[in-house]
T-cell receptor, first 112, second 112 residues
């Protein structure tokens, strides 16, 4: 039982590069979300999805894009990486927003 | 809008009690509590739905005052394993439904 799988675990980018953080879950959860975690800022919601084909913006969506073509996958795209996007990124899933969130192990991203 | 947690940090000796508070300026549908150890993903503790209920186990419990839009997490007879950062997350109703936003976190340190 894999749960929520995030890849890669570590990534270094140069300013202006683009990349996709992958997130997959095998629990048939409808709700999926992406957070970024910076020291002293807690977990900030980037984007979320309540089901396949449905996505919405969180608190800090600028510079990020998401899609939800299947129930299992919820990739996060950085369109043109900036140093301000250096952070730890967590993907999470649950059956609904009012149930236990299962977190992935995180991706540590550095943008130089 | 992120909920506000207090205090920002707590230092305890084993066996002592602690209370962590979480408040919002907006009406809430649910409050979530998570604990995160350094370098790990957050781990679910409990969820409280509007209705003013109190939930939890013998040593870790929480309450939700719907009228005041406040929740408190109670840790009694603390153990070394309680050390970590505690986050409250809130879900508002209306057009914000679906967004689970977290506070900045409370760092709890338990010493022998």
């Amino acid at each position: 039982n894999a749960g929520v799988t995030q890849t890669p675990k570590f990534q270094v980018l140069k300013t202006g590069q683009s990349m996709t953080l992958q997130c997959a879950q095998d629990m048939n959860h409808e709700y999926m979300s992406w957070y970024r975690q910076d020291p002293g800022m807690g977990l900030r919601l980037i984007h979320y999805s309540v089901g396949a084909g449905i996505t919405d913006q969180g608190e800090v969506p600028n510079g990020y894009n998401v899609s939800r073509s299947t129930t299992e996958d919820f990739p996060l795209r950085l369109l043109s990486a900036a140093p301000s996007q250096t952070s730890v990124y967590f993907c999470a899933s649950s059956w609904t927003v009012n149930e236990k969130l299962f977190f992935g192990s995180g991706t540590q991203l550095s943008v130089l | 809008q992120q909920p506000v947690q207090s205090p920002q940090a707590v230092i305890l000796r084993e066996g002592e009690d602690a209370v962590i508070n979480c408040s919002s300026s907006k009406a809430l549908y649910s409050v979530h509590w998570y604990r995160q150890k350094h370098g790990e993903a957050p781990v679910f503790l409990m969820i409280l739905l509007k209705g003013g209920e109190q939930k939890g186990h013998e040593k870790i419990s929480a309450s939700f005052n719907e009228k005041k839009q406040q929740s408190s997490l109670y840790l009694t007879a603390s153990q070394l394993s309680y050390s970590g950062t505690y986050f409250c997350g809130t879900v508002r109703g209306g057009t914000s439904y679906g967004k689970l936003t977290f506070g900045q976190g409370t760092i709890l340190t338990v010493h022998p």
